[in-house]
């Protein structure tokens, strides 16, 4: 079993930064491609970006490519989310995710374990 707890969110202005973290325990992440996603209120949860097994790709969505990056330390075994130029449209929960592949998806179906969350709110 792994667990993945998300931290780092809060409420912002826009233009400032966030930095997510995620932490996984119960077993490494060494072996495995990342992810992270977000859910906005009445919509459906969406690909924000992954990096695979050893940090050797990394992919984003379009809407964050520039702004957002992804990284992570298999020797913490944590994952991380730096986040710049946030955008109202930014805000959400933003869920970090372990694939069982090598490889990082932006389908959530390829990812099997996913923390609780951690909510992103940035204000205009």
């Known amino acids: 079993q792994v667990q993945l707890v998300e931290s780092g969110g809060g409420l912002v202005q826009a233009g400032d930064s966030l930095r997510l973290s995620c932490a996984a325990s119960?077993?490494?992440?060494?072996?495995?491609?990342m992810g992270w996603f977000r859910q906005a209120p009445g919509k459906e949860r969406e690909f924000v970006s992954s990096i695979s097994w050893n940090g050797g790709t990394t992919d984003y969505a379009d809407s964050v490519k520039g702004r957002f990056t992804i990284a992570r330390d298999n020797a913490k075994n944590t994952v991380s989310l730096q986040m710049n130029s946030l955008k109202p449209e930014d805000t959400a929960v933003y869920y970090c995710?372990?694939?069982?592949?090598?490889?990082?998806?932006?389908?959530?179906?390829?990812?099997?374990?996913w923390g609780q969350g951690t909510q992103v709110t940035v204000s205009s």
């Open positions: 119960g077993r490494t992440i060494i072996n495995n491609a």
């Open positions: 995710a372990r694939s069982p592949y090598r490889s990082g998806s932006s389908q959530p179906n390829q990812y099997h374990y």
